[in-house]
T-cell receptor, first 113, second 112 residues
Framework: DQQVKQNSPSLSVQEGRISILNCDYTNSMFDYFLWYKKYPAEGPTFLISISSIKDKNEDGRFTVFLNKSAKHLSLHIVPSQPGDSAVYFCAARRDQGAQKLVFGQGTRLTINP | NAGVTQTPKFQVLKTGQSMTLQCAQDMNHEYMSWYRQDPGMGLRLIHYSVGAGITDQGEVPNGYNVSRSTTEDFPLRLLSAAPSQTSVYFC???????????FGQGTRLTVV
């Protein structure tokens, strides 16, 4: 049972344009959401997060939007740069005490020059 | 700064062999966890620890053991390796009050 889904395995975007990565979840008890970025042969690195009490969080070129009624979040990258080419994982927190994370399958983003 | 260090980076095992994947962090983080990454599956939690002497199971614990005798180290033991355990394994740590975790570089394990 995949509680966090990233339905697009890959995405290709022109340099300078906007990249939009999507994530859907099924568990309404998730209260905190994160995006991680992963380069080949490296571990994931934290990118940006959002609490369920907010609908938007911005950090430089990265903005995460949360639509709780639709159980959907998205990551916007503007403008996209070649260094943004990586696999992006969406994650959701379940169980605030132990703070377990449930990850999506990942989306491979390729930024074309 | 070393952060989270995993060893080895690569390992090939024969079915039935046992081994330990090492994980060490130098940030004095209370929480540590092990994930496995498989194609199309994302990262799945194997075991986690909220402090020295305390461990618990994640989503996919079968075939793995952990212990946490010190704050710094959180080894993952494969008791009898199976081809289904072929995967990339990531160790992560974080401070108690944060949700954002720091990940190691991963161990690519192949069981033949």
């Amino acid at each position: 049972d995949q509680q966090v889904k990233q339905n697009s395995p890959s995405l290709s975007v022109q340099e300078g344009r906007i990249s939009i990565l999507n994530c859907d979840y099924t568990n309404s008890m998730f209260d905190y959401f994160l995006w991680y970025k992963k380069y080949p042969a490296e571990g994931p690195t934290f990118l940006i997060s959002i609490s369920s009490i907010k609908d938007k969080n911005e950090d430089g070129r990265f903005t995460v939007f949360l639509n709780k009624s639709a159980k959907h979040l998205s990551l916007h990258i503007v403008p996209s740069q070649p260094g943004d080419s990586a696999v992006y994982f969406c994650a959701a927190r379940r169980d605030q005490g132990a703070q377990k994370l449930v990850f999506g399958q990942g989306t491979r983003l390729t930024i074309n020059p | 700064n070393a952060g989270v260090t995993q060893t080895p980076k690569f390992q090939v095992l024969k079915t039935g062999q046992s081994m330990t994947l090492q994980c060490a962090q130098d940030m004095n983080h209370e929480y540590m966890s092990w994930y496995r990454q498989d194609p199309g599956m994302g990262l799945r939690l194997i075991h986690y620890s909220v402090g020295a002497g305390i461990t618990d199971q994640g989503e996919v614990p079968n075939g793995y053991n952990v212990s946490r005798s010190t704050t710094e180290d959180f080894p993952l033991r494969l008791l009898s390796a199976a081809p289904s355990q072929t995967s990339v394994y990531f160790c992560a740590s974080r401070p108690q009050k944060n949700t954002e975790a720091f990940f190691g570089q991963g161990t690519r394990l192949t069981v033949v």
